[in-house]
C-alpha cells in the first residue's frame, strides 16, 4: 500500500527555522515529482515546492521563494523541505504529495497525499 509520512512540523517564532521530512513508501518513489503543499485555515491548498524526479527541476511558490529548500534522496525515498526565516503567514498544515513524472503548479493535480503536519509560526 502506497503511502506518504510527513514529519518535522512545529511550532516557532517568526524568523526561525524548520525542517520538514516526507517518508515514501509502496510506491516507485524515483518517478514520481515530490511536492509540499499547504493549507492555512480558511484558505485553498497551495503548491509551496516541487522537485522532479531525478532533482533535475525545484519549483518554489513565490511567497517562499528563497527561504524554502526542497531536497530529494531516492535511495532513501525521502523527500525534504528545510524552512528558514518562516513568517507568519507560513502557518498551515504541510503536507507531502506525489505526482506521476512531473511537477505541476496545480494543487489538484496531486492524486496522492500524506496526512500533513501542522506547522505553527507565532510570535
Known amino acids: 500500500q502506497a503511502q506518504l509520512v510527513e514529519s518535522g512540523g512545529g511550532s516557532v517564532q517568526p524568523g526561525g527555522s524548520l525542517r520538514l521530512s516526507c517518508a515514501g513508501s509502496?510506491?516507485?518513489?524515483?518517478?514520481?515529482?515530490m511536492a509540499w503543499l499547504r493549507q492555512a485555515p480558511g484558505k485553498e491548498r497551495e503548491v509551496v515546492s516541487c522537485i522532479s524526479p531525478e532533482n533535475e527541476t525545484t519549483h518554489y511558490a513565490d511567497s517562499v521563494e528563497g527561504r524554502f529548500t526542497i531536497s530529494r534522496d531516492n535511495a532513501k525515498l525521502t523527500v525534504d523541505l528545510q524552512m528558514n526565516d518562516l513568517k507568519l503567514n507560513d502557518t498551515a498544515v504541510y503536507y507531502c504529495?506525489?505526482?506521476?513524472?512531473?511537477?505541476?503548479?496545480?494543487?489538484?493535480?496531486?492524486?496522492?497525499w500524506g496526512q500533513g503536519t501542522q506547522v505553527t509560526v507565532s510570535s
Open positions: 509502496g510506491f516507485f518513489f524515483g518517478v514520481h515529482a
Open positions: 504529495a506525489r505526482r506521476l513524472t512531473s511537477c505541476s503548479r496545480y494543487e489538484w493535480s496531486y492524486a496522492y
